[in-house]
């Protein structure tokens, strides 16, 4: 039996991330081992047979082995697990509205992820047009809840670990879709910059994100090969500052792997 729980996760996903946001406003980073997993390689059977057969992560692994998925469900077993100081509201009424906000974040990562991994120039606006509808949901919502406040709340909270990933992600649509929250919902712009600025919410910076996420660019995700590659964006090595950034122009012919970075330049890699 291990001595605390263990999170098999990816370090850049939001879903993840999420997690150690949890646990960093709780002062709690070193009560979870954190086991990094290699997207670009086969799963280990090892977890698998852990989790299933099922490779969504990030998955927790209580002392005794037992398995919890999910990443709010993830978010709810530490909150129970590890009471204070307590994250998430109290309240009935302050937990349902909390609760509503957070049941908008599926739509919004949806809409996201769509969008960066569409490779049809013809469909982009439409994609834009959905994130913005996306975003007017959150505007409305904040508008209505907390109209006069920073987060939903007096501070950052249960609602703010969920979706500081998403907006921390989503630096990849601007970077290869020239896409921001419009001018005109200033709410929901305020909200996503108070968490992005939040100091339990560095994890991860916009480099890191817009250089790994290249090939969800090109439509690849989860370390999928795209064709003519030989290692996916994701891959560990060498380290992602250690590569130069990414072609803005998703639309464009691909980059190589040599031009991103991933494999020494020459007649090999060009």
């Known amino acids: 039996m291990r001595d605390k729980p263990t999170i098999h996760h990816i370090p850049v996903c939001p879903f993840s991330q999420r997690v150690e946001i949890l646990l960093a406003l709780k002062g709690l980073a070193h009560a979870v081992d954190f086991r990094v997993v290699d997207i670009t390689k086969p799963r280990d059977p090892a977890l698998l047979e852990k989790t299933r057969g099922t490779t969504a992560l990030p998955v927790l692994e209580t002392e005794d082995g037992r398995i919890v998925k999910e990443s709010l469900v993830i978010l709810r077993y530490i909150e129970d697990r590890f009471p204070e100081p307590r994250i998430a509201r109290t309240d009935p009424y302050d937990r349902a509205v909390e609760a509503m906000l957070i049941a908008l974040e599926g739509g919004l990562t949806t809409a996201g992820y769509g969008f960066v991994m569409n490779q049809d120039l013809a469909r982009r606006d439409a994609?834009?047009?959905?994130?913005?509808?996306?975003?007017?949901?959150?505007?409305?919502?904040?508008?209505?809840?907390?109209?006069?406040?920073?987060?939903?709340?007096?501070?950052?909270?249960?609602?703010?670990?969920?979706?500081?990933?998403?907006?921390?992600?989503?630096?990849?649509?601007?970077?290869?879709?020239?896409?921001?929250?419009?001018?005109?919902?200033?709410?929901?712009?305020?909200?996503?910059?108070?968490?992005?600025?939040?100091?339990?919410?560095?994890?991860?910076?916009?480099?890191?994100?817009?250089?790994?996420y290249y090939d969800y660019a090109l439509g690849a995700g989860n370390g999928a090969l795209l064709p003519g590659r030989t290692r996916s964006s994701f891959a560990f090595e060498p380290h992602w500052r250690e590569r130069p950034w990414p072609p803005r122009e998703k639309y464009a012919p691909p980059a190589s792997d040599a031009a991103l970075g991933l494999v020494p330049a020459g007649p090999s890699g060009s």
């Open 127 to 212: 994609f834009a047009s959905g994130m913005d509808a996306q975003y007017a949901k959150l505007d409305d919502f904040l508008n209505w809840q907390a109209p006069d406040r920073t987060f939903l709340f007096e501070d950052f909270g249960l609602a703010e670990a969920v979706f500081a990933p998403l907006f921390a992600r989503f630096w990849f649509l601007d970077h290869y879709e020239g896409y921001d929250i419009p001018e005109t919902l200033q709410r929901v712009r305020r909200w996503r910059d108070a968490c992005l600025a939040h100091e339990a919410a560095q994890q991860v910076s916009r480099e890191e994100i817009v250089k790994l």
